[in-house]
């Protein structure tokens, strides 16, 4: 493929050809299908909001992490869309308000991001996830992580890995069980998800030290988070964690990193990040969380969201050119009869028409597809 001009698109920015924007097309429907056969009815937020109200649902730290932009028509600052789960929350607590719960909604999306992330230079990125909005139980969270799970493999996804962590960790456990200063709380979180023993302990926080060891494989780093548990502050948190880990059976390897704070900013009680064999980066993330109602009070919430963007490419490349093509003369009747037998059939307009350079891997010859 010709190589890009620098300046044809900003940095971060995309266009799919052919190939990859069908293989796009096809990985979103498959894993949609998924979600909608568990009841996840499909909704389409907009691509732009205020920005005021999207960054107050956004939870303060993505607020400098939205493009933003002043619309010449209401003269507002608006804000193109950076996590599509924030869209959902908003539309559950307010259109559909008056809904039944627990409410399945289901979305799929190109989101934005001011700046790229180190493992992705994108900044244009499809977002693609499910939302179970009023329960965030542990059988909210088995079903969530199981759907998240099914849609991956419905785009032929293998090896998947589920890393479970608790969000609101260091909270929990300073209230009572190994107490803190509330406003030593965000420096401890921060020591804990940078895995810096020297910083926790210069925070004279040696107390959380054993958490940084509960982590890998889930049976044996689950037993070292119980066996750090002060008091049993996290006795429940460890027991939603095992019949989570229960309900998906060996569908997943499932590992634990309690105190991964990374891309959890909204999330409560639960998180979990989804990896695959093959892929450097993490191809989805969810957890439990509240949204904020117009009446002032809250609503829980669980849900996922998935960037499919690295499998595509992947998936393209596996395609089978199951091009034909079909020579000047060709009867319409026949070219039919070859697409309902599922070839893509290109015609020929006129006799210069060339099926290599076409791109077709079959020529219809006397009435049959034949490999070129
Ligand atoms: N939208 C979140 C994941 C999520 C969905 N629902 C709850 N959490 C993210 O992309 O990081």
């Known amino acids: 493929m010709t190589s890009i001009s620098p300046d044809l698109l900003p940095e971060g920015f995309r266009d799919r050809l052919p190939v990859q924007a069908e293989a796009a097309v096809r990985v979103a429907r498959a894993m949609l299908d998924v979600m909608a056969s568990h009841g996840y009815g499909r909704v389409s937020p907009a691509i732009a909001e205020f920005e005021a109200s999207l960054s107050a649902r956004s939870g303060g730290a993505t607020r400098n992490s939205l493009l933003r932009f002043t619309d010449p028509v209401s003269g507002h600052t608006l804000a193109l869309r950076g996590d599509i789960t924030v869209q959902v929350g908003r539309i559950a607590t307010t259109r559909m308000a008056d809904a039944p719960r627990p409410l399945r909604l289901c979305y799929h999306g190109q989101i934005l991001r001011l700046r790229a992330r180190q ?24 079903e969530i992580v199981t759907v998240a799970v099914e849609a991956l493999e419905s785009a032929g996804v293998k090896d ?20 803190l200063s509330p406003e030593k709380i965000d420096a401890v979180r921060s020591e804990l998800d ?22 890998g494989p889930f049976a044996e780093a689950v037993q070292k988070l119980r066996a750090i548990d002060a008091g049993g502050a996290l006795a429940s948190r460890i027991g939603a964690l095992e019949a989570i880990a229960e309900s998906l059976g060996d569908r997943a390897t499932i590992t634990l990193d309690p105190t991964e704070r990374h891309g959890f900013e909204y999330q409560s009680w639960f998180g979990f990040t989804l990896f695959a064999k093959g892929y450097t980066a993490a191809l989805g993330r969810g957890g439990t969380y509240a949204i904020a109602r117009t009446d002032g009070g809250v609503e829980v919430a669980t849900g996922f969201s998935l960037y499919p963007d690295p499998l595509i490419d992947i998936v393209a490349e596996k395609d089978e050119n199951r091009r034909l093509f079909l020579p000047k003369g060709t009867l319409a009747s026949k070219a039919a009869q070859m697409r309902s037998e599922g070839w893509i059939t290109v015609a020929a307009l006129d006799e210069s028409d060339n099926a290599q350079a076409l791109d077709c891997a079959y020529v219809l010859t006397n009435g049959r597809a034949e490999p070129i």
Request: negative net charge; proline residues 6%; without cysteine.
């Open 160 to 179: 998947i890995t589920v890393d479970f962590t608790l969000p609101d960790l260091v909270e929990t456990l300073a209230a009572k069980a190994l107490p």
């Open 194 to 215: 940078m895995k810096d023993a020297g910083g926790l302990s210069a925070l004279g926080a040696d107390a959380y030290l054993p958490l940084l060891a509960a982590t």
């Open 119 to 142: 493992l992705r230079p994108e900044r244009e990125i499809t977002q693609l996830g499910a939302e179970l909005i009023g329960n965030d139980s542990v059988a909210a969270a088995s």
